[in-house]
Structures are given as structure tokens and as C-alpha cells.
């Protein structure tokens, strides 16, 4: 009578398991860089939401709409909020200690015209979010419309 084989020999277990382990060492660093440069993405867009909403409100109220860096600092947050009024919508801080945001001032402002408040002068706004890496965004604001751009090394 023949017996049939019903399992692995212990060779085949061997190397599939160094198969398995040559594939988890190339693809681990690549995931990592993926869910890096996604943390940016999505605090960059959360930015820009920010601003949409306040250019939006500013043009639909008539009044200054203001976004403010909580504390004075963009990495503890910010706000939409009418000039010297209620707040429109809060916004958290990056969540991980590898997210920063730093830009070149704690409050942007838009007027009644969608506009940023102080255009007249030619200002840009520049914001980057970075993570510790090299992964990172560059917003820059001109005529009140953002623009995003990759920025490495961060």
C-alpha cells in the first residue's frame, strides 16, 4: 500500500520561509516611505482645507476670515475664525512627533474678496510640512489660491 503525503518535508517549509523572509526585507522600508509621505499628504491637504474654507466664508460673509496657528505655533494646530470672533472650524495638531509645519507667519487672513489681506504688498506665504525624513510639501500662497509643490530634503 502507498501513503499518500499529506503535509511539508521540512526543506519546503525552510525555504518558504526564507523566501517569505527576503520579500518582508525588501518590501518593510518601502511601506514605511509610503505611510511617511502619506502622514504629509494628508496634513497638507488638511491645511489646504483651511484655506479653502476661509477664503470661502470670507467671500460668502463679506468679512475677514482669519486661519490662526494655535499658541502662535502651526504645529499645535489652527483655526478658521472670524477677525476677532467666533471660530469657524478647529483643525489638530500633526499627530506623530515626525510631522512639522513651520511658515513664515501665525496668522493668514483673507478679506471680502477672497484675497489675501495683505496682497497689496505682493506677499507669498510659504508653508512646509515636513515629516523627519525627506519626504515633505511646500505651500505658497500668492493671489489667495495655494499651491503645493514636493520639497526634499525637507
Known sequence: ??????????VELLVTLVTLG???????PN??????NNRVTTKTNEFITALSLAKSEAIRRGVQIDVNASG?????????????GAV????????????????DTGILS??????????DTTAIH???VCDSGDFGRQI???????????KTPC
Open 110 to 119: 483673507f478679506s471680502a474678496t477672497g484675497l489675501p489681506t495683505d496682497i
Open 140 to 150: 505658497r500662497i500668492a493671489t489667495g489660491r495655494p499651491s503645493i509643490a514636493s
Open 31 to 36: 511601506f514605511n516611505d509610503i505611510i511617511r
Open 1 to 10: 500500500m502507498i501513503m499518500k503525503n499529506k503535509g511539508f518535508t521540512l
Open 72 to 84: 502662535g505655533d502651526w504645529n499645535n494646530g489652527w483655526n478658521v475664525k472670524v477677525n476677532g
Open 88 to 103: 469657524l472650524r478647529q483643525f489638530d495638531a500633526p499627530t506623530g512627533s515626525s510631522i512639522t509645519i513651520g511658515g
Open 22 to 28: 527576503v520579500l518582508m526585507a525588501w518590501a518593510v
Open 126 to 128: 510659504n508653508f512646509t
